[in-house]
């Protein structure tokens, strides 16, 4: 079992920027991927970034040169920093880690862009 809490949601004006945060417990040894996913209101959930333990990156083109994935494995953190966000960004962002055969989600973050 991993458990996921994210962080550092919330409302910020067009052209601002965030950074989420995802920190994982339980049997966090197991983890390969982590990463973040959103959806927006009547939208499907569509993946934004993934990293790899090692370090490899899977951003999404809506996001690219924006959002930048990183991650700390020594406190088992995922971060999400979000810059130049636009309003089309609003969306609820879910955390998620892979591991053999099992995807764990977080709860999820409500990220709000005002124009």
């Known amino acids: 079992q991993v458990q996921l809490v994210e962080s550092g949601g919330g409302l910020v004006q067009a052209g601002g920027s965030l950074r989420l945060s995802c920190a994982a417990s339980?049997?966090?040894?197991?983890?390969?991927?982590m990463g973040w996913y959103r959806q927006a209101p009547g939208k499907q959930r569509e993946l934004v970034a993934g990293?790899?333990?090692?370090?490899?990156?899977n951003v999404a083109d809506s996001v690219k040169g924006r959002f930048t994935i990183s991650r700390d494995n020594a406190k088992n953190t995922v971060f999400l920093q979000m810059n130049t966000l636009k309003g089309e960004d609003t969306a609820v962002y879910y955390c998620?880690?892979?591991?053999?055969?099992?995807?764990?989600w977080g709860q999820g973050t409500q990220v709000t862009v005002s124009s």
């Open positions: 339980g049997s966090i040894f197991s983890i390969n991927v």
């Open positions: 998620y880690a892979d591991l053999p055969r099992v995807r764990y």
């Open positions: 990293i790899t333990s090692g370090g490899s990156t």
